[in-house]
């Protein structure tokens, strides 16, 4: 059977990932459409957007494209099985289903013996009291699915909370508690598999937070030599036994006790924008490729750097900008409180350490994201 040529790439989503997706895809000489609430999202320039509140704009975006992908793990299954009765989706639709729930998601970690912590399945305030009882305090409450970015969750830190966890999060119906896992740091792994199965990763990167969004992310992860291979093999495992195409991040908590996986995403990740410039080829890039079905571009980092997200507002454009070593990246979209508007990629120069950069930086975000300390 003949290759399928594929020109254009249709992708569920038109957010920030969608637009770095497609600025990435157009080199290679492919071209994207989107399927986006709404037509004026940060892809817009980039192509065709079908507006998925309209009747019928589903099918005029399975049409406009030859295969598919998506930029956001929760993306709707039905429109994804429409669309598989006539196109390919990657990464699979297992890989996306199971990430839309976090206690199938636990399930596959524990099925490819891969650590994560004790947790339990919460349907019921008297399962969470039962839950605090067994896992003991603090305890981490999640909706099942949904929620992102520190929404749908909830920390249980004394006995009293059991109930305004509940109330906060109970209307979800299912709910997962997991026991705190007292981590070191956070950390996450991104890796890459082809359709012909050859996979590539990056470099673990060490990630920061702030009011529970990803504040900024260090590549290579410090200290993390003995961790690389140890994680490589855990996301690798998942990539097989799903048999993705396609980019998949892999977040980890690094403990006293050995790495333990928090949660997995099917796609392009914040936490491997820094691999635009620090890569060989970048994560955008190389996802691309694989669901094009081209060889993959080598994983090998280029240099030492840091990831900063822009969030809330935006800093003047010529102060970032005059900072040698600094890559900034605006993602079209309107000020708004938590909401991440860009990012900047710190690359160190002759004369300006990463730590010099950043704490540049940090005096020019309005939003100064603990660069500092």
Known sequence: MSKVQVENIGIFGGGQLGRMLAQAALPLNLTCTFFEAGIDCPSKDLGAVFDSTQANALQDFIDSADVFTLEFENTSLTDADAL?????????RVALATAQNRLSEKALFDQLAIPVAPYQRVESEADLRQAAVSMGLPLVVKTASGGYDGKGQFVVREEAQVSQAWQELGAAKLLIAE???????????????????????????ENHHHHGILSHSIVPAPNSTDLQPIAQDYITRLLNHLNYVGVLTLELFVTPEGLFANEMAPRVHNSGHWSIEGAVCSQFENHMRAVAGLPLGSTELISPCMMVNIIGQHPARDAVLKLAGAHLHFYGKEERVGRKLGHVTLIPTQGNTLEALSSALADILPEPLALKG
């Not at 006539?86 to 990464?91: D, G």
């Open 84 to 92: 598989l009765t006539q196109k390919a989706l990657y990464p699979p």
């Open 179 to 205: 026991a705190f896992v007292p981590f070191v740091r956070e950390v996450s792994i991104i890796a890459v598999r082809g359709q012909d199965g050859e996979v590539r990763t990056w470099p673990l990167t």
